[in-house]
């Protein structure tokens, strides 16, 4: 019965614009969620019959990628769902990460391929992002092309990313959830939309990738007050996408004073958003007074991992 976590995560720069095949950059944080697995008479998560309406991302993964008996699943979670901290991510993750566990080991680049298969199948169109920093922990840039640090190459129908580790350094961010749970997919289809319908569209998405092979290079040398810039620009690019929410535009107006630049993370409409800071209880008590949930986490974590080894 292998109990197997994995990370939550944030994006520091270029949600959405990464399924287009630009870069983007995700760091694994101190939030996990833990999975437990068992052989059982039929398939049960929690105590519950497995449903393809509730538990989509769990009964893909258990249809596609699992040629044994029924399983009983049990599932812990520290990662608000429906936050942008990549919870369905860490789900088919720590889940596919526990199936490999019982036949012999988790093969980390198995399991990451395995999950965006997941995510794909569920979500409609999706990027290996999220998975791929869940799975491999630390941090990770993504891109079209292969760069140092490769750590496997992903191709989807006429897409392609290159996954590479990403140095993360020493830094401080608060989360702040607004509360509101918007689901991934039809985010991602709405931008879709528009950048199907314009140019503009797609140049905004244009620049939210310069951003973030800016960004990579202020993290290597970490200057935080230039990467705190690039993040605030960046939410305001997103915000053009329509991804931005008022909830989440008031936690990040709140935040900005006390922070080297603040800014959405994941899907948007909702959800959570992040601040690079040094000020983290100036961040706490703004984001509070706001309405939402902070969280002061930290980066720099392990991937997928099986618990007690």
């Known amino acids: 019965m292998p109990v197997v976590s994995a990370p939550g995560k944030i994006i520091l720069l270029g949600e959405h614009a990464v399924v287009f095949g630009k870069p983007a950059i995700a760091m694994g944080i101190d939030m996990r969620l833990t999975c437990k697995v068992a052989e059982g008479r039929s398939n049960m998560v929690n105590g519950q019959p497995l449903s393809d309406r509730y538990h989509s991302y769990i009964a893909v993964a258990i249809r596609d990628h699992w040629d044994g008996g029924p399983l009983n699943v049990t599932v812990d979670s520290e990662i608000p769902t429906g936050s942008g901290l990549g919870s369905s991510a860490a789900l088919s993750v720590a ?6 566990a019982m036949r012999g080991g988790i093969d980390e680049e198995g399991v990451a391929r395995a999950a965006f298969d997941v995510e794909s199948k569920v979500q409609g169109r999706a990027s290996p992002l999220d998975t791929s920093v869940s799975c491999h922990g630390h941090g990770v840039y993504i891109d079209s092309i292969e760069g140092e640090g490769l750590l ?13 580790h990403c140095q993360v350094p020493d830094l401080t961010f608060v989360i702040g959830f607004t509360g509101v749970r918007a689901p991934t997919g039809p985010l991602v289809a709405k931008v879709k939309r528009y950048v199907d319908r314009t140019r503009f569209a797609m140049e905004v998405v244009d620049e939210i990738g310069t951003i973030t092979e800016e960004g990579a290079r202020r993290l290597r040398d970490r200057d935080v007050v230039a990467l705190g810039g690039l993040m605030t620009r960046d939410h305001n690019l997103l915000t053009i ?3 931005s929410s008022p909830e989440l535009q008031r936690l990040v107006d709140a935040a900005l004073p006390y922070s080297y630049g603040a800014k959405l993370t994941g899907a948007g409409g909702g959800g959570s958003m992040i601040a690079l800071t040094d000020r983290p209880e100036k961040v706490v008590e703004a984001i509070q007074r706001r309405g939402g949930t902070p969280y002061v986490v930290r980066t720099g974590v392990d991937g997928v991992r099986v618990e007690g080894d």
């Open 241 to 243: 996408l329509g991804v």
């Open 152 to 164: 496997w190459h992903i191709e989807r129908d006429v897409r392609q990313w290159y996954v590479h």
């Open 95 to 100: 889940l596919l990460g526990a199936m490999s």
